[in-house]
Structure formats: structure tokens, C-alpha cells
């Protein structure tokens, strides 16, 4: 039984738990991935013959997995290690191991992408390196038949109007880091916020959907800035140099609810007039009172472009071709887990305002690298905060069998920057070019299957 909570400061202890000692760092990646019917890059389905869940039966079948059902459905497998799960539309996330290297995370995900191509192949399905489904609509794309996803879905269209397009269309990739104390925490945060709009610009990778280009780079980031203003976006509080754990719980307390769980069952806390955490724990639902169990629950839907649990989470990342996957999580060790590091990252976006931090997210995810701030293009701040996680990683000196420290996992990144070429201009300009606005070309240049990347 979960222990109750019944006032702020036992909410507030659930993030001191999550405090490590630097020499117990380490970093997570959660990594979306988009699945499609090979011929055309339509969605595949979660349901039938050739589809999401036939490729987690085979993975069963083939592989060591344990299969987690719902109402007799597989919709996860839990590994040795790591977890895969089913995104509400179907997008397949690998949830990685706490990895101490950047190393590991590579052979954790090289060996997950070669089981699911090896499946994939079965049943003439593959996976795109794109952060966003670019065929389907989202009527056209199934549900994942989930209970948690059949409360948030229709609350989704009350909230905004692209939050239904977050669920089915999306997929990030995600880099989760430690914290050893309150104030590493916050400044940990205060310095991945703040280089949210580079994040965007390097990563954009979403100008597709629908059939057709959407105007953005990041339309997956466009997307997020209209789901639900409740619970998205860039808590202004984050940038305070005396901002803490309590600023956090405050403004998690007011976010409203999605659901409490019982039993494994799932209660919907949606409905009219609805209730925020805050009024769950000082009046109850139902007979139903507030736990920590609860409390860690209600954090995982709160989507801030940095959110804290019992570790920190970078979430502005666009999915990537397999090739840029472990930039992201590579680009936050280098930066995050060294002091010098840590401070030259804040020199580089420190005096921005709050509302131009706001319109820099904008413009990344509209603009990509030639989004300016100021006179300056991010492509150029970009580069400079890669080579301060370039030199992080060199000091951290944490080796393959190759003698290669972690930086590795940046020269394509850093290579793209310097060119001023996102992959989602790349993507635009063989859409209107090459590929001649065909489906199928687009696929055989997206596809995992075409990219040289191990």
C-alpha cells in the first residue's frame, strides 16, 4: 500500500529521494519511433495482421521478452533491462536502461533496432527516421486500446486543438539525468530550459504530415505549444535563482488530473468541473485519498519541455534517424554532469528574457537553425553548445573498445550544424525535389533500413 500524503512537504521529499551521489549518475533515454506500412508510410495499425502488436508477439517469440497485457492485449514487454512500450498511436518507445555511458546506451539500442527491423521485415512494416507520422491523419490512426489513453484522448480536444496530433502522430526522443541535491536539481533545470530553443533548432525534424509539408521544422514542437496550457510549455518560475523543489510542487499541485489508478484499474478524473492535485489531497474523490504513488503518477502527465521527477527530463528532442538517436542524451551528459560545463551552457542563453525565451522556441521550431536570436543564428549558439558537451565528454573520459570517448555520439550532430542543414530541411528539400512528393520514395530515404548507422 502506497503511503499517504497529506501535505506539501511529503510531496516535496518524493524529489529529495530521488538525490544520488555524483558517483551514481546516470542517463536514461527513451527513444519514440515511428512504424509504418513499408509501401506507402502510412500508420501501421496497432491491431492485426500486420501490425504493432503482431510485432510485440514476434519480438516475444524471438527475443527474451515477458509480454504486458491489458483486457488481453499486449501493449508492452518488459526486457532484461529496458522496456518497450506502445505510444497512444501506435509509435514504438523503447524505454532504456539507467546507462553509466553513452556506450551503453548504443549497444542497448543498436541490438533493440535490430530486433525490431528483424520483426518488421516479417511483416513488410519499418520504422522512420522522422519525429512525426508524415501520411497518415489522425483519423486514420488507431487508438492504442489503453485506458489511460481512452480518458486523455477526448480530454486532449477540450484542452487545445493539436493535442490529439501529440498522441497519434508524434515521436521524440527523450534523455533522463540525476540530481544530487535541490540546488543541482535546479540548476540543472534552469540551464536545460533555458537551451530549449537550441534543442529544437538542432533536432527539428518534423516539416511532414499529412501528406504534405506543414511550414514548420519542429511541427512536433508547434504541436505541444497548442495540447494543454495547463500542463505544457515553459514554467516562467524555473529561471528564478532562488526557485526550488516547493516552486515545482506548487505548480504541479494546480495541474488538473487525468486519472487515479486503483487496482490496476484506471478512475477518470476528467469529467466536469475536473480537480487539480491540490483539491484531490485536501478533499479526497470519492473515498479515494492522495498517495505517493499517486503523486508520482500525476507528475508523468505533466509535458513542460523539462520536467522533474526523481530524475530530470529532456523532452524537446524531435525523433531522429538512427544515426542522431544518442546525440541527444550524449549532448545532456556533457553539459549537465560538469560544473564548467553547466555555467558556460547558461552563459550562452542566460540573458534572454522570458518572452524572448517563448518566441526563440517559436521561431526554432518554425525556422530551425536559421532562427536568430537577435543578430546571432542559433545555428551558431548551437555549435557552441556542442562543443562545450564535446569537451564535458572529453572529461569525463568515460571509453569504448575503441578508445573513443562519448563525443562520438556528437560529429554527425555537429557536422549537420555547421552545415546549417536540419534533418527536417534535408527532408524538405528531397520532398520537393527527388523524392517528387512520392510516398514510397520518401519512405526508402526515411526508412531505418536505408541508414548506414551502426
Request: aromatic letters at 10%; one cysteine or more; hydrophobic letters at 35%.
Amino acid at each position: 500500500m502506497s503511503q499517504a500524503v497529506q501535505t506539501k512537504e511529503d510531496l516535496i521529499r518524493y524529489f529529495h529521494e530521488g538525490a544520488k551521489p555524483r558517483t551514481q549518475w546516470r542517463v536514461g533515454t527513451e527513444y519514440e519511433k515511428i512504424a509504418v506500412l513499408a509501401e506507402d508510410g502510412r500508420a501501421l495499425p496497432f491491431s492485426g495482421p500486420r501490425s504493432v502488436e503482431e510485432m510485440l508477439r514476434r519480438l516475444v517469440d524471438h527475443y527474451d521478452y515477458e509480454p504486458v497485457e491489458e483486457d488481453g492485449r499486449i501493449l508492452a514487454l518488459n526486457g532484461e533491462r529496458a522496456r518497450i512500450t506502445i505510444e497512444p498511436g501506435g509509435q514504438i518507445e523503447l524505454s532504456g536502461e539507467q546507462c553509466e555511458t553513452i556506450h551503453c546506451a548504443h549497444r542497448e539500442f543498436t541490438r533493440h533496432i535490430d530486433e525490431l527491423m528483424d520483426v518488421g521485415r516479417e511483416i513488410d512494416a519499418t520504422l522512420l527516421g522522422l519525429g512525426m507520422q508524415p501520411i497518415s491523419r489522425i483519423d486514420e490512426i488507431e487508438l492504442l486500446p489503453k485506458a489511460r489513453y481512452r480518458i486523455m484522448y477526448p480530454y486532449m480536444a477540450r484542452k487545445g486543438r493539436l493535442g490529439q496530433r501529440m498522441m497519434k502522430q508524434t515521436a521524440g526522443v527523450q534523455a533522463n539525468l540525476d540530481y544530487s541535491s535541490e540546488a543541482d536539481a535546479m540548476r540543472k533545470m534552469r540551464v536545460a530550459m533555458g537551451i530549449t530553443p537550441l534543442i529544437y533548432a538542432m533536432f527539428a525534424n518534423s516539416p511532414l504530415c499529412d501528406g504534405r509539408l506543414n511550414g514548420y521544422q519542429s511541427f512536433r514542437g508547434h504541436i505541444w505549444t497548442d495540447t494543454d496550457p495547463d500542463r505544457c510549455g515553459t514554467p516562467e518560475f524555473i529561471f528564478r535563482d532562488d526557485a526550488g523543489f516547493d516552486d515545482y510542487a506548487e505548480y504541479a499541485l494546480d495541474v488538473p488530473m487525468y486519472f487515479l489508478i486503483r487496482d490496476h484499474e484506471y478512475i477518470d478524473m476528467t469529467q466536469p468541473p475536473g480537480m487539480t492535485f491540490r483539491q484531490f489531497m485536501e478533499r479526497g474523490f470519492h473515498g479515494e485519498h492522495a498517495t505517493v504513488d499517486d503523486w508520482g503518477e500525476h507528475l508523468t502527465t505533466i509535458f513542460t519541455e523539462v520536467r522533474l521527477k526523481r530524475y530530470i527530463e529532456i523532452r524537446s528532442a524531435d525523433g531522429q534517424p538512427p544515426a542522431l538517436m544518442l546525440a541527444l542524451p550524449a549532448l545532456c551528459k556533457g553539459i549537465l554532469y560538469n560544473d564548467d560545463c553547466l555555467d558556460g551552457s547558461w552563459d550562452l542563453v542566460k540573458r534572454w528574457s522570458f518572452g524572448e525565451r517563448l518566441a526563440l522556441n517559436d521561431a526554432a521550431q518554425k525556422l530551425g537553425l536559421e532562427a536568430r536570436a537577435g543578430r546571432t543564428l542559433l545555428k551558431d549558439l548551437a555549435m557552441e553548445l556542442l562543443n562545450i558537451a564535446i569537451t564535458g565528454l572529453a572529461r569525463q573520459k568515460a571509453l569504448n573498445q575503441r578508445g573513443e570517448d562519448e563525443g562520438v555520439y556528437l560529429y554527425r550532430l555537429m557536422d549537420q550544424v555547421r552545415s546549417g542543414y536540419t534533418q527536417a530541411a534535408l527532408t524538405i528539400e528531397r520532398w520537393k525535389g527527388r523524392w517528387n512528393y512520392d510516398a514510397r520514395r520518401m519512405v526508402e530515404g526515411c526508412s531505418y533500413e536505408a541508414e548506414a548507422w551502426q
